[in-house]
């Protein structure tokens, strides 16, 4: 069983940043696509980011050139860096995994869940 913990979440104005990080377990970084989710109350939950067990990364048109996802294999955390964020950005983000050399962008595909961390910004 995978267990997966995020955290950094909070609230920034408009433009600010945000390092959001995501403890797993232990050998799940360098086994598993992982990957970033963020959902709101008016939208279903959208993939903002994933990164495949060997390091290939994958974004969300609306996040491209302001994110950055990124992994430490010894630690198993993953992290993403939001710059430049937007009032658009605001939403539970969500760490998730899934045990293949794959990643996937609908949130159907993914197999474990964190408990998520809010992020809002503000105009």
């Known amino acids: 069983q995978v267990q997966l913990q995020e955290s950094g979440g909070g609230s920034v104005q408009t433009g600010g940043s945000l390092r959001l990080s995501c403890k797993a377990s232990?050998?799940?970084?360098?086994?598993?696509?992982m990957a970033w989710f963020r959902q709101s109350s008016e939208s279903e939950r959208e993939e903002v980011a994933s990164i495949t067990r060997t390091g290939t990364e994958a974004y969300a048109d609306s996040v491209k050139a302001r994110f950055t996802i990124s992994k430490d294999n010894a630690k198993d955390t993953l992290f993403l860096q939001m710059e430049s964020l937007k009032p658009e950005d605001s939403a539970m983000y969500y760490c998730?995994?899934?045990?293949?050399?794959?990643?996937?962008?609908?949130?159907?595909?993914?197999?474990?869940w964190g408990q998520g961390t809010q992020v809002t910004v503000s105009s």
């Open positions: 232990r050998g799940t970084a360098n086994s598993y696509c």
């Open positions: 998730a995994a899934r045990p293949t050399s794959f990643c996937m962008r609908n949130y159907k595909a993914y197999d474990y």
